[in-house]
């Protein structure tokens, strides 16, 4: 088996620059951040959306609320994902708006 090796996209302060510019691009499009909340797909989705409130509050000095939505049962591969206990931030009633 051949090895690869990785290589660096961002470094640790580019990656906050950029959270931050995408935070402060979210809350210029949402009007600020009174009906705003964020929802984590789980893995990965859910840090990501904790880094990008945090980058909110130090914009507004609003606690933004950060959700989690788990699609584990709704995945093709389920029968080969390890079985995970899930355990959500908040829940929020969800609207769609057409």
Same mark, same amino acid.
């Given at each position: 088996m051949r090895i690869v090796? #990785? =290589?660096q996209l961002?470094?640790?302060p580019e990656i906050?620059?950029?959270l931050q510019r995408l935070a402060h691009e979210i809350v210029e #499009? =949402?009007?600020g951040t009174k009906n705003l909340a964020l929802?984590?797909?789980v893995r990965r989705g859910v840090p990501l959306a904790q880094r990008i409130a945090q980058a909110m509050r130090g914009i507004d000095g609003v606690e933004v609320p950060v959700g989690v939505?788990?699609?584990t049962l709704y995945r093709d591969d389920l029968s080969k994902v390890a079985?995970?206990?899930c355990c959500a931030l908040q829940t929020f009633r969800l609207a769609?708006?057409?």
């Open positions: 090796e #990785k =290589s961002m470094s640790a906050d620059r950029t #499009k =949402s009007g929802i984590g797909i939505l788990d699609i079985h995970r206990r769609l708006i057409t």
